[in-house]
């Protein structure tokens, strides 16, 4: 079992930076594809990103693409998200997430591939 802790999330004002940090515990942590989701009061959790077991190809949504970065360091156990060009509709509880399988190429953006989860950080960007 893999557990997952964000941490980064704040408040800012449109245009600007975060940068999220999903430490991870467990055997298998840096073997699984790593995933970002969020979720904006109301609506569904939505995929952000995903980034395969080596730290290679990488996989966005249509809303983030271009804006944020995912990446990781195995050696660190550590995934991140850096938002650039932050807009009001970014604002979400963000959460990491690891795909239940291992040394996976395959990068997917629905929610049931993934079997562990953090408890999420609030980004709030204002207007």
């Known amino acids: 079992q893999v557990q997952l802790v964000e941490s980064g999330g704040g408040s800012v004002q449109a245009g600007g930076s975060l940068r999220l940090s999903c430490a991870a515990s467990?055997?298998?942590?840096?073997?699984?594809?790593m995933g970002w989701f969020r979720q904006a009061p109301g609506k569904e959790r939505e995929f952000v990103a995903a980034i395969t077991w080596s730290g290679g190809p990488t996989h966005y949504s249509d809303s983030v693409k271009g804006r944020f970065t995912i990446s990781r360091d195995n050696a660190k156990n550590t995934g991140y998200l850096e938002m650039n060009s932050l807009k009001p509709e970014d604002t979400a509880v963000y959460y990491c997430?690891?795909?239940?399988?291992?040394?996976?190429?395959?990068?997917?953006?629905?929610?049931?591939?993934?079997?562990?989860w953090g408890q999420g950080t609030q980004v709030t960007v204002s207007s």
């Open positions: 467990g055997r298998t942590s840096s073997r699984r594809p």
């Open positions: 997430a690891t795909d239940r399988t291992y040394y996976s190429g395959s990068l997917y953006s629905s929610a049931g591939q993934y079997d562990s």
